[in-house]
T-cell receptor, first 114, second 117 residues
């Protein structure tokens, strides 16, 4: 069955450092991989999408890479700030009939200390 | 704000009861998806409605049902509630059924917290 794993439940880093979160998947060939931010008690907020034929995507301090051979995506936040503290979810979306059916990982809780 | 509103925000039900959760999608969006998020887990896809028709369903029993109305708002109904149904229920709206080549962003509401006792 399809499986998606995020490398750790929690990641603690110092302000100003780069946070790197990992998402691995098996038994799936996604059309898109997405990253979301979720604050406690709130709904997920879309951050970035990367397509299967793209290697890298950037948005301000965020960078996502996608390696379909390794079946892995890396999510980087550079110059991290305490306000970046949240849970980050990766999600896969397939083709055709599975469009719109996002498969989410459990998330990684990032804490950025001042 | 995403423009997706859900109600109620919190509710407590007794095992065996029925519950209806509501979602108003963002203006112009014709697709609504529902997700269940248990504590400490990622959201799990329940089903999707596109132009009032069910358009895909996850691994949830038939006691989970839904509706989409002509104005594209939606309801999630759960019958015969079980303790394991306690979770955050999320509604997500989009224009179209999935991410298109042009990038079709999905917007989530803040969710409805359901506790079954």
């Amino acid at each position: 069955s399809q499986k998606i794993e995020q490398n750790s439940e929690a990641l603690n880093i110092q302000e100003g450092k780069t946070a790197t979160l990992t998402c691995n998947y098996t038994n799936y060939s996604p059309a898109y991989l997405q990253w979301y931010r979720q604050d406690p008690g709130r709904g997920p907020v879309f951050l970035l999408l990367i397509r299967e034929n793209e290697k890298e995507k950037r948005k301000e301090r965020l960078k996502v890479t996608f390696d379909t051979t390794l079946k892995q995506s890396l999510f980087h936040i550079t110059a991290s700030q305490p306000a970046d503290s949240a849970t980050y979810l990766c999600a896969l979306e397939g083709y055709g009939g599975s469009q719109g059916n996002l498969i989410f990982g459990k998330g990684t809780k990032l804490s950025v200390k001042p | 704000e995403t423009g997706v509103t859900q109600s109620p925000t919190h509710l407590i039900k007794t095992r065996g009861q029925q519950v209806t959760l509501r979602c108003s999608s963002q203006s112009g969006h014709n697709t609504v998806s529902w997700y269940q998020q248990a504590l400490g887990q990622g959201p799990q896809f329940i089903f999707q409605y596109y132009r009032e028709e069910e358009n895909g369903r996850g691994n949830f029993p038939p006691r989970f049902s839904g509706l989409q109305f002509p104005n594209y708002s939606s309801e999630l109904n759960v019958n015969a509630l079980e303790l394991d149904d306690s979770a955050l229920y999320l509604c997500a709206s989009s224009l179209g059924t999935g991410m298109t080549l042009s990038g079709n962003t999905i917007y989530f509401g803040e969710g409805s917290w359901l506790t079954v006792v």
